[in-house]
């Protein structure tokens, strides 16, 4: 059974950095790569970034320059790393495997001052 497990979320101020973590479990980080969704108060499920098997990412331009996507395939867990918080960053981070629809229970990450 495949099973995702989302965490490093908190409450942070405006411009600081979190480090979202998932570990995964029953199938592999590179068996076709990692994405990573968020879900703002009051809206839908949006993609934030993912990695592909191979390598190469993909960010929203929401994100783009201040948020950092990677896998370490020895740990089989995927990182968000989230640099200049804005309020509008605020939501339910989720992890999802590229091409197949397994969610963990997600994390929440709040942006304010």
């Known amino acids: 059974q495949v099973q995702l497990v989302e965490s490093g979320g908190g409450l942070v101020q405006p411009g600081g950095s979190l480090r979202l973590s998932c570990v995964v479990s029953?199938?592999?980080?590179?068996?076709?790569?990692m994405a990573w969704y968020r879900q703002p108060p009051g809206k839908q499920r949006e993609s934030v970034a993912s990695i592909a098997r191979i390598g190469n990412t993909y960010y929203a331009d929401s994100v783009k320059g201040r948020f950092t996507v990677s896998t370490d395939n020895t740990k089989n867990t995927a990182y968000l790393q989230m640099n200049d918080l804005k309020p509008g960053d605020t939501g339910v981070y989720y992890c999802?495997?590229?091409?197949?629809?397994?969610w963990g229970q997600g994390t929440q990450v709040t942006v304010s001052s």
């Open positions: 999802k495997i590229v091409g197949q629809t397994y």
């Open positions: 029953g199938t592999s980080v590179n068996l076709s790569g």
